[in-house]
């Protein structure tokens, strides 16, 4: 009886050996992101195995516009909130308050009277995870320097587009940088905070009145960069990071650095993106506080043409 359970033993061991083995070798499922690939961080590795193929600059347009649909957001309500967040703060509240308008109003929701909703980023990215936005070198040398001040107590502009790195054409799977940074500086006659998070970065700085602008220089990211105050927590900006220049953000007309804006003006909440590449690519918009809009974090399949190309997206209030 040993002998016979001895041989069992044998036979069944390698078997069992050779199952573990088999389990082992297909591990555990790899998961990707999904959502809107705003750049290159978190991004799934192209599953095909070979190159990465270019698509060229192109000739076309992308214009549009995003709408508010349904009611507004109670703006009086979220004024009347900031101006007391800015009473609470005793040493500083004067010269907060001695602001231009629209630097002491909410500064979440810019809606034209066309009920067009600024600030909502839009952008494209390639279709396909095998493909990449090949960038010429005059798009790559017009990425200047973004600047975001602090003259009062809000971060104006509100929300800015980065283009601080690409993909070399050589090596696709290096990145090269346009040499642009974000440059926070501090206008005004107290101190300030800035807190940069997203984008592969993580900075925390105070910047007293005269101090040197604050420099920052991100990695292409699918996640929003947020910009706060620390010393006041009522400040607040949005940044996107990307590996090209086909981003851009709706506008509000007016001149921001005066704190002034045109709700009447009929181009608020439009847009436009140039030179876009003909062919199948995945559209996209943000808004800090709507989210992703369209067919959301997936983004929307289109195709462009060299020509004029549009698309108009709807805004809910949350």
């Known amino acids: 009886m040993r002998r016979l359970h001895l041989g069992v033993l044998a036979s069944v061991v390698p078997a069992l050996l050779l199952s573990l083995a088999l389990v082992g070798c ?16 978190g991004k799934k590795p192209s599953t095909s195995g070979g190159a990465m193929k270019p698509i060229e ?7 549009g516009k995003v709408v508010l649909d349904g009611p507004k957001p109670d703006l009086k309500m979220l004024t009347e909130e ?27 929701w810019r809606i034209g009277d066309n009920n067009g909703v600024g600030n909502v980023f839009v952008w494209i990215e390639p279709a396909s995870r095998d493909e990449y936005f090949k960038v010429g070198d005059a798009q790559a040398k017009a990425a200047k320097d973004v600047v975001m001040d602090q003259p009062f107590c809000a971060f104006v502009p509100h929300c800015v587009v980065l283009f601080p790195k690409y993909r070399d054409p050589k090596n696709p799977k290096k990145m090269l940088e346009t040499g642009q940074k974000l440059v926070v500086k501090n206008d005004a006659k107290i101190s300030h905070n800035t807190k940069v998070e997203g984008g592969n970065v993580a900075e925390n700085k105070t910047l007293p009145p005269g101090a040197q602008p604050m420099q920052v220089t991100f990695d292409p990211s699918k996640d929003p960069i947020t910009i706060r105050c620390n010393i006041h927590p009522w400040m607040s900006a949005y940044a996107r990071a990307f590996s090209h220049p086909y981003a ?3 506008l509000i007309p007016g001149d921001p650095k005066a704190g002034k804006s045109d709700p009447k003006d009929p181009k608020y909440g439009t847009y436009e993106i140039k030179n876009v590449p003909a062919g199948k690519v995945k559209v996209y918009a943000w808004h800090a506080k709507a989210g992703y809009l369209g067919k959301g974090a997936g983004g929307e399949e289109i195709t462009l043409t060299d020509g004029a190309n549009t698309k108009d997206f709807t805004a809910k209030a949350k």
Do not use: F
């Not at 297909?26 to 961080?41: F, P, R, V, W």
């Not at 500083?92 to 629209?102: A, G, V």
């Open 26 to 41: 297909g591990g555990k499922e790899e998961k990707g992101t999904t959502g809107g690939t705003s750049g290159e961080t």
């Open 248 to 250: 851009t953000l709706t």
């Open 57 to 63: 600059p192109g000739k076309g347009t992308l214009t």
């Open 82 to 108: 900031l101006v007391k967040a800015i009473n609470g703060k005793a040493d500083d509240k004067n010269y907060c308050l001695s602001s231009p308008d629209d630097q002491k109003t909410e500064q979440e």
